[in-house]
């Protein structure tokens, strides 16, 4: 070897340690950063020995395709059942000690006491104050109903809003990835930005990738509409100021197509926005149907009928009537109300007479007289016809169906907890895989580190050989 073809080594082994010692460096500073993707400076040899020929970047397009969809699952399982704890929580927690069937089966222990009693007017008292509990547990279960549809649509705008955000810079990153490609140039960062955009994407919405010539991307949602194809697609949705029990929520459009809701516990959702479609459209509707079929079933059970009509006896509502039997009256829960005149005169229960004196039962006033609070009884323990439409059985005692509407919503919330935990395990091993595969380990990277130093110590070394060959041979000449 010639001193010249030494001294070229010698460059080259400089130049590639310089290399691959900045693309280590940056491998370590990145090592806690879940959005980077380990680096590689490739050698290949030349005639001058070997040189950095191309930094190849760590990926696994499999594992992250499979990282993406269980983002996609989990976020939509752990919005749904966090939903459904707010649900719970009104209803009191994990006893459902505030729920309405509690303050009903306490009502109905009360009027049994007092059909015993019909005398004591105290126990008419305790009648009249636990009719309203159970009226005000059904006002307050409704509003949270209605406030969890509002807060739910509240984030459907934000993440609308987000996800057009995110759209437009996965435009960018996708255009620096082509230009990086298409020039040869190294593109690991925008391929690592656009990486990471995918992956906040899919905690929005349920998506799929497929990459094309020149490492251009399109992204589709998880029921197959485009939502990215050179440009991002248009998501639009109109925000809603305020629900009630007959307010529609409105949809959500990805370039003009509906985005569907989830369905079930375990829900079939991918992404946060089905989630929360469902909690709007779906669980929360169905539960109000059930809170307004247990409210028209109490008008129902004591109205006054004088012969002439039906009207409300110690419960009424809004409207004042007595809805239609077996049909829902969408919103009567929110209004449900104990008629004012029980608050003065607690006995009207045992009497009759709300709407007159031709409603009264017990003309002569009698303290023994329990007719009416009996018959009352015997209706509370009768089946009544319910609107099958609440998903609950068409034909029960109110008691029965207001316990079978806790036992749904407690169903449905206890299956959405085992499926959060699944799918949570599910994201936590696809992204320890992923990281297996792409992200960096201190060990590998110190251990190069060490090779790298011994590589310039080696070079050093030739250097300083040629430079003492160099110094005898001039020594010589003189």
């Not at 691959?20 to 380990?38: E, G, H, L, M």
């Not at 009249?128 to 109903?145: E, F, H, R």
């Not at 906040?200 to 490492?215: L, M």
């Not at 609440?390 to 959405?416: K, M, Q």
Request: charged share 15%.
């Amino acid at each position: 070897m010639s001193l010249s073809s030494a001294i070229n080594t010698a460059n080259s082994i400089f130049s590639n340690t310089a290399q691959q010692t900045a693309i280590v460096s940056k491998n370590i500073a990145n090592a806690s950063n879940s959005d980077y993707s380990r680096r590689l400076a490739m050698l290949g040899t030349s005639g001058n020995g070997a040189q950095v020929v191309s930094i190849q970047r760590a990926q696994n397009d499999a594992l992250l395709k499979q990282n993406i969809v269980s983002i996609s699952q989990a976020s939509a399982q752990g919005t749904l059942f966090a939903g459904l704890e707010t649900l719970k929580s009104s209803l009191g927690g994990n006893d459902y000690e505030t729920s309405p069937s509690t303050y009903l089966a306490a009502f109905r222990d009360s009027l049994q006491t007092f059909a015993s009693t019909p005398g004591n007017t105290t126990i008419a008292a305790t009648l009249v104050s636990d009719a309203n509990d159970l009226a005000n547990s059904l006002n307050k279960t409704s509003t949270a109903v209605q406030d969890l549809r509002l807060e739910a649509d509240k984030e459907i705008a934000t993440s609308v809003n987000t996800l057009n955000g995110l759209l437009a810079d996965f435009e960018k990153a996708n255009n620096g990835v082509m230009t990086a490609t298409a020039s040869g140039a190294d593109g690991s960062d925008a391929l690592d930005q656009r990486d990471k955009i995918l992956r906040q994407i899919s905690e929005i919405v349920g998506i799929s990738t497929v990459t094309r010539s020149n490492n251009d991307t399109v992204i589709y949602t998880s029921d197959g509409t485009v939502l990215f194809e050179n440009t991002p697609r248009s998501v639009t949705f109109a925000a809603t100021s305020g629900f009630g029990a007959t307010t529609t929520g409105q949809p959500i459009y990805v370039d003009g197509v509906p985005v569907a809701a989830g369905t079930g516990g375990n829900t079939s959702g991918e992404g946060k926005l089905s989630a929360l479609l469902q909690l709007r459209d779906e669980i929360a509707p169905k539960f109000q149907s059930q809170l307004d079929e247990v409210a028209r079933g109490l008008v129902e059970l004591f109205k006054e009928d004088d012969g002439s009509g039906a009207l409300p006896g110690l419960f009424t509502w809004a409207s004042g009537t007595v809805p239609a039997t077996g049909t829902i009256e969408p919103g009567i829960a929110a209004t449900l109300q104990v008629n004012s005149l029980a608050q003065s005169d607690p006995l009207l229960v045992r009497d009759g007479g709300f709407n007159g004196t031709t409603y009264v039962k017990n003309t002569d006033g009698s303290s023994g007289y329990s007719d009416l609070l009996d018959s009352y009884v015997t209706a509370m323990d009768g089946n009544l016809a319910f609107d099958t439409t609440t998903g609950l059985d068409g034909s029960s005692t109110i008691l029965d169906f207001a316990t079978a509407s806790v036992g749904w919503l407690e169903d449905l919330r206890s299956s959405a907890s085992t499926a959060n935990d699944n799918k949570a395990a599910l994201l936590s091993r696809t992204q320890e895989a992923l990281n297996n595969e792409t992200g960096v380990s201190m060990d590998e990277e110190l251990s190069l580190l060490l090779d790298l130093e011994q590589s310039y110590k080696a070079s050093a070394k030739l250097v300083s050989t040629v430079d003492a060959m160099m110094a005898a041979l001039l020594e010589a000449v003189r």
